[in-house]
Nanobody, 126 residues
């Protein structure tokens, strides 16, 4: 399994930006689909974004499309989530997750992913 550690969360004003990072250990990172999910207080965890193992395809929830960008650097075993134009409703704990090798989708299902990080908290003030 892949071990995942998120970082980059914090407090930001509405309209601001943050970049989350997820560092992975394990030799299978470059073959793994990677996803970002979030869980707001009192709500269920939801899909945010995902990137194919090859990095050539990305997928987004409608709520973040056009504002968030997912990317990966396989040489650094790291996946990123650039979050721009943040809104108070983006406040949540953000989790990265690793999926099966050479997986081709769908990417929005939690059950697809077999390794999860501990989460990093993002708070957007109005």
């Amino acid at each position: 399994q892949v071990q995942l550690v998120e970082s980059g969360g914090g407090l930001v004003q509405a309209g601001g930006s943050l970049r989350l990072s997820c560092a992975a250990s394990g030799r299978t990172f470059s073959n793994s689909a990677m996803g970002w999910f979030r869980q707001a207080p009192g709500k269920e965890r939801e899909f945010v974004a995902a990137i194919r193992w090859s990095g050539d395809s990305t997928y987004y929830a409608d709520s973040v499309k056009g504002r968030f960008t997912v990317s990966r650097d396989n040489a650094k075993n790291t996946v990123y989530l650039q979050m721009n134009s943040l809104k108070p409703e983006d406040t949540a704990v953000y989790y990265c997750a690793s999926g099966p090798a050479y997986y081709s989708g769908p990417y929005y299902r939690e059950g697809t992913y077999n390794s999860w990080g501990q989460g990093t908290k993002v708070t957007v003030s109005s």
